[in-house]
């Protein structure tokens, strides 16, 4: 007995020192200080289950505060905090200390029903108490995370209530852009189960079926509460949703994890330079990949995404991972969570598999690179030295005749390489602040390949421009370097007439101090329509050169300034001074004072400082100058002087184009002056002429020339406003950069980095829809095509290009126009039309006629084939062109004649040619033509755009030129390849012509067929009723095709001089019937569709750039 008692005392001992020495083991561990900061805002009850799986793995894993103590699930975060008594607090999140780790556990929030224990509620939607992230959680997030604070964020981050302002800048911050969609697995989708009433209610209503799923599956829904289901067995295999490291991920975590998860998940994509650590495979079956993608959900997505930028790192876990009720309470004991990992298995009811399996491991490896990262901080080179004299800190200073930086312990010329870049990209105009964190780091990286060292902007950025760059240069060997403007209000200083104006005097200074406070990561700028906002924590001071201030200043405003402030004395200002200097000029002088001022008082910084000028408006005296606007005042920066005690420096900026104003043209001094090549070039006669004036070096802050189709000015060395393919627009901007560099200019910025498709000319800006242009590319308007990077319409690998071969229309899926033609005349060799097809995108029209392969090349002599298209209903000309005698019930408003190279155009209906409207009738410019406001008069005309309007041009080599209103014929159809990848590749091709295969394509801009908006299908109206402003939607265009057989009785080129020889459709009778056309029409869109690509232009720019160096 007494041996028996001795064996299970033994034996209770054993297993009571086995149970110990966890504990022991665990209290014997080291603590780990870690400043954990933990926000959740969906805290309806005291189970605190959003974070209490969190706050377990935190405290067994023995991280504690910086005093050493554990982390309460009760009182160590922020949010919503219940009460026992029904009442509640907040805690709204406030990062002043320094944090290692901020985690969002849950924004959803707190609501009615929450809170109401009477209600039987199942997934019902109630008013909101609280939740969602706010624009004050996102200062606070930037707060901690540019102070080193590493975030880990999961869902539900994005979806409601969260606003979408506030998703921008969190998905910007974290890498990842959210798609709009969640998710969830379901064990069983049964009405009356688990999946909430407002899912079934939203699918009946959109489906117009009732909700009688049953069984496991996925149920998916959009921040517009679109509901779609997948269903195990049809739909999905049977493994569930599973998490599943990558191989990054495994060399992250090291080791492979892999479970199920069971809960709420969001569909997101990550960001260039976001590393996916883990995705999710729904195990999908044909079926379920085809539901998703008509859905726009791709078949795997991410789970877990890293974004290291070099300044923070963050983590997005795309699940509602730290969710766990079932942890325990216990935790202080070694191997605890290894233990529960062993025994837990994969089931699709719960989550326990996933959290000890996957969340566990991944978890602890984020804690551990924390730790990691505080031991041995990162090591950043500083590649852009700063200098602090008397407590003055500069990054940059003025030389003799180039800006400086400081380089290997001196100062040292820079030559200035750079581009201009506005806030334009395609479906957004620039005051909607659109352009996104991920695509600005994308263009920086393009820039600095290109061997540019500066970006010039002319405004205030979002936070992602300025987040981007710092990150940017963090990692680059070599900076970029910022030209940073400030804009002001342009519309309130022409209706004042007075830059003195107090009202505008307040704004831009306002403007000034906002900008400063910007660029040193300290400002946070409320939402104010038709600007950028948002909390600006990046610091970027030390790689911003310089200011320039200000706007190309209107002659008018300058003149009508120095007129009401008359007599004026000089101005005399803390850091800037003036000498007989004009009231605008010591206005400037201000500004310049100003921002010095505010900058050096508040941060003990300064930097050059110059203010934006133009030709128009600059020192010199243009006698050839035609327009008295272009040369009735100066601004003049050598009457304003920095004082000694502004350590940075002043220089001089100017937007310098060799087509513009007109003296460029005629002033003799400029178009005799021979360049460095020992040729005659009037933009560096200028350019001499402008530096010899100034006494501090000058910029060049915007030079290029535009690959448009269109043109808007004419330059006497062909450098003109538009009609530039992309290897024209790239070698000329060399030839002009090289210009400004042999002439001794401090740099030049090449305008634009981007094209921007809401810009305007004036000569096409009367004839589209001004509230739509950002919708859609006009290359007809010469200022939407200055960029170097291109907007092309589709996403990557959709679209045709116009190159004669038709395996683009296949891959398209493009099918034949249903119109069968017949011969009209005896039989012509290949007048046949055997197909033709049409297409179009954001930027064009495209037409495809294939004619067969029977009867060898066409002959172009001989014959030639015109595409005819009734646009608008009630007009238009009834006689087919060419047609001998044969007519149409349609009313022919264009005619797209195709008879080779350099003689195909496109003729429009004189009744409805805008141009003639315009300068006929209502300027009366041009001669009255008798016909041109009747309908069906029987005349088309040649589609021209105006280039300059009549002048008188004094002092030409001593006489004066009087000039005609200039135009140019921008119908003209040009032949060539418009394939990207062709060697031969032609920016400007419109017709293209295989001669293997018989194959003509062409591509006609949308403004050619006076289509104002092709987005709604808006077009002009009655010219000749309702004006050029008018305008209707048309349902589409009625196509038809014919071949003629060439007529040279005559030798006119008119439509009407030659004989059909076939017509598609086929005539009845000799008429071409209105119902018998194709009606061909387009679907319209909200959003765009669009490319980026980087244009021919761009790798000229590139290899000049790298060999254009200041000498040692």
Do not use: C
Request: cysteine-free.
């Amino acid at each position: 007995m007494r041996r028996s008692w001795i064996l299970l005392t033994s034996l209770f001992v054993i297993i009571l020192a086995a149970a110990a020495v966890p504990v022991l083991a665990w209290q014997g561990k080291s603590d780990h200080v870690l400043n954990a900061a933990i926000l959740d805002k969906t805290v309806p009850d005291t189970s605190y289950r959003e974070h209490k799986g969190l706050m377990w793995l935190l405290n067994q894993s023995k991280y504690v505060k910086s005093d050493r103590s554990a982390y309460s699930i009760k009182n160590d975060y922020f949010g919503y905090v219940p009460k026992g008594d029904g009442s509640r607090a907040l805690r709204d999140l406030k990062l002043e200390d320094d944090y290692d780790l901020l985690y969002i556990a849950d924004t959803y929030g707190v609501y009615e029903d929450d809170l109401n224990e009477t209600t039987a509620v199942r997934g019902n939607r109630s008013d909101k108490i609280y939740g969602g992230l706010e624009q004050s959680d996102i200062e606070q997030i930037k707060n901690g995370i540019y102070k080193g604070t590493t975030l880990v964020a999961e869902f539900n981050t994005f979806g409601s209530p969260t606003g979408e302002a506030e998703q921008k800048e969190l998905g910007e911050i974290l890498g990842v852009r959210w798609t709009g969609w969640i998710g969830r697995y379901f064990p069983d989708l049964s009405s009356g189960g688990e999946v909430p009433e407002w899912a079934e209610t939203n699918y009946e209503a959109q489906t117009g079926r009732k909700w009688e799923f049953d069984g496991p599956g996925f149920l998916f829904v959009d921040d517009d509460d679109r509901v779609a289901v997948l269903e195990e067995g049809k739909d999905t295999g049977k493994g569930g949703n599973v998490f599943r490291l990558t191989d990054e991920g495994k060399d992250f975590v090291g080791k492979s994890a892999k479970a199920r998860y069971n809960y709420w998940f969001d569909v997101i994509e990550a960001e260039d330079g976001g590393s996916v650590l883990a995705d999710y495979d729904l195990d999908l079956t044909e079926s379920g990949e085809e539901k998703l993608k008509e859905l726009g959900i791709p078949s795997t997505f991410p789970a877990v995404v890293k974004n290291d930028t070099g300044v923070y790192t963050s983590y997005y876990f795309a699940g509602d991972f730290a969710d766990n009720d079932e942890v325990p309470d216990f935790y202080q004991a070694q191997w605890l969570d290894k233990l529960f990992a062993l025994l837990s298995w994969n089931s699709g009811k719960n989550q326990q598999s996933f959290y000890w399996k996957a969340y566990r491991p991944l978890l602890k490896r984020v804690l551990q690179e924390i730790e990691e990262k505080k031991k041995k901080p990162a090591v950043i080179p500083d590649n852009a030295p700063v200098v602090t004299t008397n407590g003055i800190t500069i990054p940059s200073r003025v030389g003799e005749q180039y800006l400086q930086v400081y380089e290997n312990n001196g100062w040292k010329d820079l030559l200035l390489k750079g581009v201009n870049m506005g806030m334009g990209k395609p479906g957004a105009f620039p005051g909607e602040a659109a352009i996104a964190k991920s695509e600005y780091l994308r263009w920086f990286e393009e820039i600095g390949e290109m061997n540019a060292n500066v970006i010039r902007t002319y405004t205030i950025h979002p936070p992602g421009f300025y987040e981007a760059l710092l990150e940017y240069n963090l990692r680059s060997a070599k900076p970029l370097y910022l030209l940073q403007g400030v804009w002001i209000n342009e519309e309130e200083l022409v209706s004042s007439q007075d830059a003195y104006t107090e009202a505008l005097w307040k704004e831009y200074i306002e403007e000034m101090h906002r900008t400063v406070d910007i660029i040193h990561g300290n400002a946070t700028v409320p939402a104010n329509p038709g600007h950028a906002s948002g909390a600006y924590r990046a610091d970027v001071s030390k790689y911003v050169l310089g200011w320039v201030l200000g706007i190309e200043w209107d002659p008018e405003v300058v003149t009508a300034t120095n007129e009401k402030h008359k007599g004026q004395p000089d101005y005399d200002g803390k850091y800037f001074r003036t000498e007989q200097a004009s009231p605008f000029e010591a206005w400037l002088a201000s500004t310049m004072d100003e921002i010095a001022t505010y900058e050096t008082d508040k941060y003990q910084w300064q930097r050059p400082v110059s203010f934006t000028n133009w030709p128009t408006t600059d020192l010199l005296e243009h006698p050839s100058e035609p327009l008295e606007e272009e040369d009735m005042v100066s601004v003049d920066p050598n009457v304003i002087w920095a004082k000694p005690t502004f350590q940075a420096g002043y220089f001089a900026s100017y937007h310098v184009y060799p087509y513009y104003p007109d003296f460029m043209n005629y002033e003799t001094k400029y178009t005799d002056y021979v360049d460095s090549r020992g040729e005659k070039n009037s933009y560096a006669g200028y350019l001499n002429d402008l530096k010899r004036h100034h006494r501090m070096p000058v910029l060049v802050a915007e030079f290029g020339v535009p690959q448009s189709r269109g043109m808007t000015h004419r330059n006497v060395q062909g450098w003109n406003q538009g009609a530039h393919n992309e290897r024209e627009q790239g070698e000329i901007a060399a030839h002009l950069f090289e210009d400004i560099a042999e002439e001794g200019m401090a740099g030049g910025l090449v305008f634009a980095w981007q094209d921007e498709w809401f810009k305007r000319t004036w000569n096409t800006m009367d004839l589209d829809d001004p509230n739509r242009r950002p919708f859609w590319s006009n290359v007809q308007t010469s200022e939407q095509n200055f960029g170097l990077l291109a907007f092309d319409p589709g996403e990557p690998g959709e679209g045709v290009f116009v190159d004669g071969d038709a395996s683009d229309w296949t891959q398209e899926g493009a099918v034949p126009i249903p119109m069968k033609g017949s011969a009209v005349a005896a039989a012509v060799p290949d007048a046949e039309i055997k197909q033709m097809f049409v297409s179009s995108d954001e930027r064009s029209v495209y037409f495809r006629l294939d004619f067969g392969q029977e009867g060898g090349p066409l002959d172009w002599s001989k014959l030639g084939a015109t595409i005819l298209l009734d646009t608008i209903p009630n007009q238009g000309q009834h006689r087919i062109p060419g047609g001998s005698g044969l007519t149409t019930d349609a009313g022919i408003d264009f005619a797209i004649d195709l008879k080779g190279p350099g003689q195909s155009r496109i003729w429009v209906d004189s009744y409805y040619d805008s141009t003639y409207y315009q300068y006929g009738s209502m300027l009366k410019m041009v001669p009255w033509l008798e016909y041109a406001n009747k309908k069906d008069n029987g005349i088309f005309h040649r589609m021209t755009l105006v280039l300059n309007k009549r002048m008188s041009v004094p002092n030409v080599r001593s006489r004066t030129l009087e000039l005609p209103l200039e135009s140019y014929e921008t119908g003209s159809l040009r032949f060539g390849n418009g394939n990207l990848n062709s060697p031969d590749y032609d920016s400007l091709a419109d017709v293209a012509y295989d001669e293997k295969t018989n194959v003509v394509e062409a591509r006609i801009p949308w403004q050619l067929l006076n289509v104002k908006d092709p987005s709604t299908r808006e077009i002009m109206g009655d010219l000749w009723q309702v004006g050029l402003e008018g305008s209707e939607k048309t349902a589409g265009i009625k196509i038809a095709a014919v071949t003629y057989r060439a007529n040279a009785k005559t030798g006119e080129d008119a439509p009407a001089s030659r004989d059909i020889a076939y017509a598609m459709p086929a005539l009845s009778g000799t008429v071409l019937r209105a119902q018998d056309m194709y009606l061909y029409q387009w679907d319209k869109w909200v959003t765009p569709t669009y490319r980026e690509r980087l244009k021919k232009s761009y790798y000229i720019m590139q290899d000049l750039y790298a060999k254009t160096v200041l000498p040692n």
